[in-house]
């Protein structure tokens, strides 16, 4: 049998003696770090439940002030309070859906009905229209016209816009167009019975309907135009 040494066996003592007074220790902190953990995580919950009560009580604030905004017809404030809501909740299409119904609503309450004499050009409609909002047409009515030209095979073109027939849209058609502040007009559009889109640009909007210039017309329609329009107190009605 191996026999050790004295000091051998004083130094293995001593490691043994240390690892047992060391282990008190590391059971003591993996306590503490354990209760730490735990009350962390106490810590944590009641937060949570605080922040959620929190945000329960913004969603009802809100929801109160949508309201009181909407009753006074301030439709773009209460749907501004309303997108604030859908970004804590993004999930709700209750929400959205009110945000949708008010759009609908304020853009119905912009209206202006014009007069489309067929004989006349470019109408001027007192209705003016930001790039990019929404505007919409609808048109009701009849008229006759009477078209006596010589035509070759070509049929007729449409170079100007000011007052030839616009190709790319129907012979008799309701058309319209926009004319900036500095008197610069944008490609003619088809309005027809009814049309919504988004302005490429903005200005003053002006209608027609889409006949050659040699033709005669006889009769009125009614152009009925709503979105986010705006119509100003007063109006160059600058034709283009």
Not at 26 to 49: F, H, I, P
Not at 59 to 78: G, H, I, P
Not at 118 to 142: L, R, Y
Not at 201 to 226: E, W
């Amino acid at each position: 049998m191996k026999s050790f040494s004295p000091l051998t066996w004083n130094l293995a003592c001593v490691m043994f003696a240390a690892l047992l007074l060391s282990a008190p220790d590391e059971v003591k902190a993996q306590k503490s770090t354990a209760k730490r953990d735990k009350d962390k995580a106490a810590n944590v919950t009641a937060v949570d439940v605080r922040a959620q009560a929190a945000q329960d009580e913004f969603l009802r604030t809100a929801a109160e002030l949508a309201r009181d905004y909407e009753d006074l017809e301030e439709f773009e404030k209460a749907q501004d309070v309303l997108k604030t809501m859908l970004k804590l909740v993004p999930d709700s299409s209750q929400i959205q859906e009110k945000i949708d119904a008010l759009e609908q609503t304020r853009i119905s309450g912009n209206e202006m009905v014009v007069e489309v004499d067929a004989s006349k050009g470019w109408t001027p409609t007192n209705v003016s229209v930001q790039k990019g909002k929404v505007i919409k047409f609808a048109s009701t009515g009849e008229f006759r016209i009477v078209f006596n030209q010589t035509i070759g095979p070509q049929g007729i073109s449409g170079e100007d816009v000011k007052t030839d027939l616009i190709a790319n849209a129907p012979l008799g058609g309701v058309i319209g167009l926009i004319v900036d502040e500095k008197g610069k007009s944008s490609e003619p559009f088809t309005i027809g019975e009814g049309a919504e889109f988004k302005a490429d640009s903005g200005g003053q909007v002006f209608v027609r309907v889409n006949v050659p210039p040699q033709s005669k017309c006889i009769g009125k329609l009614k152009v009925t135009i709503t979105g986010d329009i705006v119509v100003p107190e007063t109006a160059s009605n600058r034709r283009p």
